[in-house]
């Protein structure tokens, strides 16, 4: 049976050593400091919105339109409401990468 290669830090039932434990632990505390910060951003982009445009962002990021349509709507985006589309994005990625850190550090803890 072959070891997870994608994942040079899951061989087997090897554990981390602590330094890399470290490593993790610091990066999961870095990327919830960012995520924080972007949070407080998109708050403060959705309130300048408004709720009618709001939902049409939202729209766009769930890719809820036939692909033409989409386009025109991503064409009478605002600066702002292109920013926030950026950010919850980010949000997204983010997230994705603290949950994989975490579970990672969970799997090699002994």
């Keep these: 049976m072959q070891e997870n290669s994608k994942n040079p830090s899951t061989k087997g039932n090897a554990t981390m050593d602590p330094e890399e434990l470290?490593?993790?632990?610091?990066?999961?505390?870095?990327?919830?400091?960012?995520?924080?910060?972007?949070?407080?951003?998109?708050?403060e982009l959705e309130e300048k919105i408004g709720s009618e445009r709001l939902e049409v962002v939202r729209a766009v990021l769930e890719r809820s339109y036939e692909r033409g349509e989409e386009y025109e709507v991503r064409a009478s985006l605002s600066y702002t409401e292109r920013k926030l589309l950026w950010v919850w994005v980010r949000l997204r990625n983010l997230k994705d990468l603290r949950c994989t850190i975490g579970r990672d550090s969970m799997r090699n803890i002994s």
Aim: proline content about 0%; cysteine-free.
């Design 22 to 43: 470290e490593l993790l632990a610091g990066a999961a505390k870095t990327l919830s400091e960012s995520v924080a910060a972007l949070e407080h951003f998109a708050s």
